[in-house]
């Protein structure tokens, strides 16, 4: 009895640590865009831990420990594909708003608010460039859908 009660003890501090572990809030520089609506960020030492802390085995191929960089997919759009692993599913549409935030972001310096992770094992987070958040602007200028 005093296993299980001990188990179950484990399990809810396990269920409350995960839950409350989101956000993930901090600033870095993009590295690469690898799509109009995913990103790799350079961020700190500190934000980097918590993401680590935090992922689950299939996220941890989104961490690279090298630059302490982020494979990020941004928060509330969603862009027509341009890298997709099936290039049947890439659109000459996703490669022109790909090229434009290349463009708009590589190397630029963001803020970024992270609050969950994603169904592909990304975390899913919002990224603003001098003060601009960058899924409004998609939208705003027909580059992405809502998501």
Known sequence: ???????LITCIALITTNANAFPIIGKGTV?????GDTYI???GA?????????ASNNSHQ???????????RLAGANTPESNHVDPSKNTESGKRVSAIVKQALTGADVEYRCTKWGYYGRPICSVSAN??????????NNY???Y
């Open 1 to 7: 009895m005093k296993k299980i009660f001990a188990t």
């Open 31 to 35: 590295y690469k865009v690898s799509d």
């Open 41 to 43: 960020i350079n961020i």
């Open 46 to 54: 500190k934000e980097f831990r918590q993401f680590q802390e935090q």
């Open 62 to 72: 989104y961490l690279y420990s090298k630059y302490k960089s982020v494979k990020m």
């Open 131 to 140: 003060g601009v958040d960058v899924a409004k602007w998609l939208i705003d």
């Open 144 to 146: 992405a859908q809502p």
